[in-house]
């Protein structure tokens, strides 16, 4: 069966969601990492990272940080068996090697997207806006997911959604379910790389 990311319809749960088949030799989480593989070559280096955050429309600081601590954290996870690179490629078809506990599960252990796991998200902790996190209801779900003594893991799910909150929330400083939905499958970095890439064309 091919995963599912976001565009047609499919019924689950007697639940209407939209949604559209991927390739059967790409997962979601594979989706969601792709746009960072600047050349499609199958490898993610710093190098790249950096040029993915950049197009986005990130600082030389946020990006330059992202690249050493998403490389460097990721690398050797991707690469089971492999003599350690000091290059720090990540490689994207083993992405699924590199998830790390106290997340929101909404990724399974193969990388495929669950949407139960999604809806819960809002279902427990959007309180103010059914369809969107503030600020604390983010933090509240990150302390919610946490594993005892998972350090590693709860500093990774803290990094990776307070950027996402930066990048992503509204004027009003709301994360909104669309926009969390879209940075799953890789769709909001390709949204993302075009409205900057449009702005600095003005």
Known sequence: MASLSSSTKQSNNNQEVDE?????????????????DRNHD???????????????????LLSSV??????????????PGKFPSILLPIE???????????DSGVYDSEGRFVLSK????????????????????LMGMLVANRVPKDYA???????????LYVLGKDKDGLLHKETI??????????????????????
Request: hydrophobic share 35%; with cysteine; net charge positive.
């Open 20 to 36: 559209k088949p991927i390739p059967h030799d790409q997962n979601v989480l594979q989706k969601h990492v792709a746009f960072f």
């Open 118 to 137: 999604f809806e819960e998200i809002f279902s427990k902790h959007a309180r103010t806006h059914p369809n969107s996190l503030t600020s604390d209801e």
């Open 42 to 60: 199958g490898i993610i280096y710093p190098w790249e990272t950096f040029q993915g955050f950049r197009a986005i429309g990130c600082g030389y």
């Open 92 to 102: 994207v078809q083993n992405i699924h090697r590199s998830k790390h506990g106290s």
């Open 153 to 163: 893991g709860w500093l990774a799910s803290y990094t990776e959604w307070k950027i």
């Open 66 to 79: 992202a690249a050493i601590f998403i490389n460097g954290g990721l690398s050797q996870k991707t690469r």
């Open 181 to 202: 939905r879209a940075v799953y499958d890789g769709s909001l970095f390709e949204k993302m790389e075009k409205e900057h890439s449009d702005k600095k064309a003005k």
